[in-house]
């Protein structure tokens, strides 16, 4: 990790914009880029200390983020909090690593360093972001829009709808996107709430996912660079649009698609969707605990809630095509199937499961860029072929994981009676 934040800094500094150095400079003595951000390290750091040391670090943080804001604000910079959430952070690192023995200080540099890993995690990726667009001029959105036809150009749909419904729930809608971070704290830290009192860290949980699939997601950006109907179909193009179509009026049938050459500056982040695989994730892990046991109503409803905004906003808003969600659902699915249950080891089912999702995602990824204008012409049988495949992948992943007569629970029967 080091190593790549300077190898990252070194090119943001050659190329004009923010690195992950400096944003990790500015957490700590300048304006943070997030206020939210720091605060879900703090918090998912927290997990590894006892509830007295829990108020302690927390009464410290919320007293340094006042006095740092109050110091910036009346400096007339703007107000915004964070600096004392990472400065919280980094000192309890070095308080369990100096000060500290034996099952404290494990459990406090454990879920410290998992604090810092999200943080750090958000840094690369805003980098990432800047690497997409030098990494060439064209996209390829004329391809995915010819490709959501067999789905019936859900951002279009989805845009529309939401502009007839007024102001409110377009606010909370977005509110939701850009707090997906905070909405993996909450779950990761209800996942991990027993490991200060019991000392034993669970064999999964959401934060290993999240940052697995931020590690793997995102390197298809390069290969397959797509910027979004709200970009490419819209005025926010910069005049490097195909038209000024969405959301209202849906673009004239391509039968001739090619590359199109786009600006510098927006990030081609859109295929496959992280935000549609990162909430799919969320889902996942509110269904139950780490034990197996069903989660509260309230978290699995609140999962429930979060996926479906997500994927409601990345539509509604323009920043993704129908493809890309499916391309980033099927992203969490097989990530998932790596990572879940790693105490069954590499067992058949995960392996036949893990193979066909990497298949399914290439042959979507090819199909959207191969076979778009055949999907547009035939509709009906390319859309009814889409969904069908990620339905049985999706049915294939729940009768492995959570099923009943999964595989999980048959290997805990059969040892039960062995143990018997």
């Known amino acids: 990790m080091p ?7 070194i090119v943001a500094s050659r190329n004009g914009f923010e690195g992950p150095l400096q944003s990790v400079w500015h957490d700590y003595f300048g304006t943070p880029k997030s206020m939210s951000m720091p605060w879900a390290g ?37 107000f915004t909090f964070g600096n004392g959430a990472v ?75 939401l502009d007839s419904l ?3 729930p377009p606010a909370i809608l977005h509110w ?37 699939l931020g590690l793997v997601g995102p390197l298809f950006y390069v290969l397959f660079p797509v910027v979004g109907p709200m970009f490419a179909f819209a005025s926010d193009g910069h005049g490097l649009q195909i038209g000024n179509f969405w959301p209202h009026h849906v673009p004239p049938f391509d039968h001739r698609p090619a590359a199109l050459r786009f600006d510098a500056f927006t990030p081609r982040n859109c295929m496959p969707s992280m935000h549609a695989a990162w909430s799919t994730s969320i889902f996942l892990h509110s269904r139950r605990d780490v034990d197996g046991t069903p989660a509260p109503r309230w978290l699995r409803w609140g999962g429930a809630f979060w996926v479906l905004a997500t994927l409601t906003a990345t539509l509604g808003f323009g920043y993704h095509y129908g493809s890309d969600l499916i391309a980033g659902i099927i992203l969490c699915l097989t990530v998932e199937s790596v990572l879940r249950a790693p105490e069954q080891g590499w067992h058949r089912p995960r392996i036949q499961l893990v193979t066909a999702g990497a298949i399914l995602f290439a042959a979507l990824l090819l199909s959207f860029r191969y076979l778009a204008l055949w999907m547009a012409q035939h509709p009906v049988p390319s859309g009814l072929v889409l969904l069908l495949l990620v339905a049985a992948y999706a049915r294939a992943f ?20 062995l143990a018997r």
């Not at 007293?63 to 400096?75: E, Q």
């Open 176 to 212: 939701v996107y850009i707090e997906l971070p905070v909405a993996a704290m909450v779950i990761a830290v209800w996942q991990l709430r027993r490991v200060a009192s019991a000392g034993v860290w669970p064999s999964h949980y959401l934060v290993r996912t999240f940052l697995l």
């Open 398 to 417: 729940y009768n492995t994981w959570f099923a009943p007569t999964s595989t999980a629970d048959t290997t805990d029967t059969m040892d039960d009676a």
């Open 87 to 161: 400065i919280t952070l980094t000192g309890v690192a070095l308080v369990a690593w100096l000060g500290w023995e034996s099952r404290d200080k494990r459990n406090a540099l454990h879920a410290a360093a998992l604090g810092a890993l999200l943080i750090l995690a958000t840094k690369v990726g805003d980098v990432w972001l800047h690497v997409t667009v030098m990494a060439g001029p064209n996209v390829l959105d004329r391809y995915v829009a010819l490709a959501d036809r067999a789905l019936g150009e859900p951002a279009w749909t989805v845009a529309r709808v």
């Open 42 to 78: 703090l918090a998912l750091a927290l997990v590894g200390l006892s509830w007295r040391r829990r108020f302690a670090a927390l009464g410290v943080a919320l007293a340094l983020d006042a006095v740092i804001s109050g110091i910036r604000v009346a400096l007339g910079g703007p």
């Open 3 to 9: 190593l790549l934040l300077i190898v990252l800094q």
């Open 166 to 168: 007024g102001p409110v």
